[in-house]
């Protein structure tokens, strides 16, 4: 006779953990699709399916809410670019690789919700004080993943960091012009700007790389 099994029931922690995430998942959503000042708690309650009592449980006030969303929208970006900055075509040749995840990033929906609170943070102190020191704990860790690709390829630090900070200001204009004007050239203005990189060798790379 088959043994029946009984369903594990999930702990108060899990609960509660899987209550929070569905919180800030409807705040990333409701960012996205409505702006900061758009955003409400209480259609962030519904779409979380959560009272307000529950929702204030773990997030006091919208502020609370977006912070949290923040921090987790750069916390799963983090951990893509690390990943693909590790990658054995990212350390064989990282230009073209950095070039890729940057425009990946930009051009994501995590960006669009970044791009929407850093405008918010310009008027709104906390905010501002509070988005700051994630966004730069972000850019470390992805540096410091990235400049570890370009020396495993021999790359120069100082060439590095200059190939990689001109990508990202190039492609962080390109995206957000995108936003405006669709992507159909995308494709082409980042092989030109390839093209152009590779105009400028690494003076310093190490012989046989």
Same mark, same amino acid.
Do not use: F, M
């Given at each position: 006779m088959a043994t029946k099994l009984t369903p #594990?029931?999930?702990? $108060? =922690? $899990?609960r509660s953990d899987a209550t929070r995430e569905r919180l800030i998942k409807?705040?990333?959503?409701?960012?996205a699709e409505?702006?900061?000042?758009g955003t409400a708690t209480a259609e962030i309650n519904e779409r979380a399916g959560v009272s307000s009592g529950a929702r204030v449980h773990h997030f006091r006030t919208k502020l609370d809410l977006v912070i949290a969303a923040a921090a987790y929208t750069y916390e799963q970006a983090t951990e893509d670019s690390v990943a693909?900055?590790?990658?054995?075509?990212a350390r064989s040749d990282p230009l073209p690789a950095f070039v890729q995840d940057t425009y990946r990033f930009y051009t994501g929906p995590r960006y669009l919700v970044q791009? =929407?609170? #850093?405008?918010a943070a310009r008027t709104t102190e906390e905010l501002s004080k509070a988005i700051r020191p994630i966004a730069d704990a972000f850019r470390h860790k992805v540096n410091s993943a990235w400049l570890a690709a370009f020396k495993s390829a021999g790359h120069s630090q100082g060439w590095s960091e200059r190939a990689m900070e001109l990508t990202v200001v190039m492609v962080r204009g390109l995206a957000l012009g995108s936003f405006l004007r669709g992507r159909d050239r995308d494709a082409a203005v980042l092989r030109l700007w390839k093209e152009v990189m590779a105009r400028f060798p690494d003076e310093g790379r190490r012989p046989g790389r």
């Open positions: #594990v029931r999930p702990s $108060q =922690e $899990q409807a705040t990333i959503d409701c960012i409505k702006g900061y000042a693909a900055a590790a990658s054995p075509a791009h =929407e609170l #850093v405008n």
